[in-house]
């Protein structure tokens, strides 16, 4: 079921995408955010991925927790890019701080790689970073859905 998902959301973001090149003015902003970056949807975990993770780092997660964690993270990196593909003066002064945050934590290697930091996660969504979350983020490079990419201070997640 989470690869049908998963495929079928990658058909319709196509199709969002499309309609709103033909639209026009009412939203640029979301084709001119696709044209910036890419946000690929990240396949949800099956149930065979979940069982051959080994139990040290699964703990007492669920899958239902790690494809949570994966729909905040594509909903995060959809807002992020929303806003870096606005031009700076028609963003609010939330937004541009923002914006400035963002362009702060990312570097020349990854500047056409969508990626984001906890911060990021906590302002877009309301899902809360414990330690089971982190925990899940852990489970999430294991099976290869995100890189941790560490430099300058931050801890950058970058979509695989």
Known sequence: AGARNS?????SSTSTSSASAATGKSSGLTSASAAAVAVPPVAYVRVDEFE??????????????L????????????????????????LNEVNLKRYVA???????????TPFFVEEDLKAFTTFKLDSAARSALTVLRH???IKESRSEGFVRYVVC
């Not at 495929?7 to 058909?11: K, L, M, N, R």
């Open 7 to 11: 495929a079928s959301g990658s058909g």
């Open 52 to 65: 051959a993770v080994p139990q040290y780092l699964r703990g007492r997660l669920s899958r239902d927790l």
């Open 67 to 90: 494809n949570s964690l994966l729909e905040a993270m594509h909903e995060t990196l959809q807002q992020k890019y929303k806003i870096l593909a606005t031009p700076r003066p028609m």
């Open 102 to 112: 963002f362009k702060e934590a990312e570097t020349d290697d990854l500047a056409r």
């Open 143 to 145: 099976l290869n859905r």
